[in-house]
Structures are given as structure tokens and as C-alpha cells.
């Protein structure tokens, strides 16, 4: 059975940083492109930064852009998403997610749809 558990949200000043974590039990988390989706309340579940397999090829949404890093470590079945100079439209629940095995190392998806595996995911709170 495949787990994604995300670790590191919490409560943060805006301007101030976090950096979420998510351990994946996942036999072919190094052929597995991952993403980082966010859905605060009341509104759709968005991508905001997806990787590629190798870590060569990213992703991010244009209001992450430049703040937010997505990083791997594939001897650590880890994905990372460095988030700097928080603001409070960052507010939500961040979740990981994970696709089955991809041939390509440049694969890499914003459709959530394109997922297979998702973990619980971690609130992030940015105050005013």
C-alpha cells in the first residue's frame, strides 16, 4: 500500500518561510514524477509546483514563481517544496502527490488528474 505522508505546515507571519516534506512508501519513487497541489477553503484544488523523476524538469504556478522551490531526494523517497516570503493568499492545505512510474525523466504534470497516489496533506497558515 502506497503512503505519501506530508510533514512541516504550521502558522507563519507573512514574509516568513516553511519547508513541507513529504516521505513517500513507494517502490518507484525514483522513476515517479511528484507534485505539490494546494486547496485553500472554498476554492479547487490547484498544482502549485510539480518535479521530474531525474529533478532536472519543474513546474510552478505563476503566483509561486520565484518563492516556492520543489526539490527531491531519491535515496530518501522525500520531496521537498521550499516556500519563502509567505503571504497570506498561501493559506491552505498543501498536499503531495505521486504518479506510477514515468519512461521519461522529463515527465512532469500540473493536472491533478494525472496523479495516482495522494497523501492527507498539511494546513499552511500565513498571518497578516
Known amino acids: 500500500q502506497v503512503q505519501l505522508v506530508e510533514s512541516g505546515g504550521g502558522l507563519v507571519q507573512a514574509g516568513g518561510s516553511l519547508r513541507l516534506s513529504c516521505a513517500a512508501s513507494?517502490?518507484?519513487?525514483?522513476?515517479?514524477?511528484m507534485g505539490w497541489f494546494r486547496q485553500a477553503s472554498g476554492k479547487e484544488r490547484e498544482a502549485v509546483a510539480s518535479?521530474?523523476?531525474?529533478?532536472?524538469?519543474?513546474y510552478y504556478l505563476d503566483s509561486v514563481e520565484g518563492r516556492f522551490t520543489i526539490s527531491r531526494d531519491n535515496a530518501k523517497n522525500t520531496v521537498y517544496l521550499q516556500m519563502n516570503s509567505l503571504k497570506p493568499e498561501d493559506t491552505a492545505v498543501y498536499l503531495c502527490?505521486?504518479?506510477?512510474?514515468?519512461?521519461?525523466?522529463?515527465?512532469?504534470?500540473?493536472?491533478?488528474?494525472?496523479?495516482?497516489?495522494w497523501g492527507q496533506g498539511t494546513q499552511v497558515t500565513v498571518s497578516a
Open positions: 513507494l517502490r518507484t519513487f525514483s522513476r515517479s514524477p
Open positions: 502527490a505521486a504518479r506510477r512510474p514515468s519512461p521519461s525523466p522529463t515527465a512532469h504534470y500540473r493536472d491533478a488528474a494525472q496523479y495516482d497516489y
Open positions: 518535479i521530474s523523476w531525474n529533478g532536472v524538469y519543474t
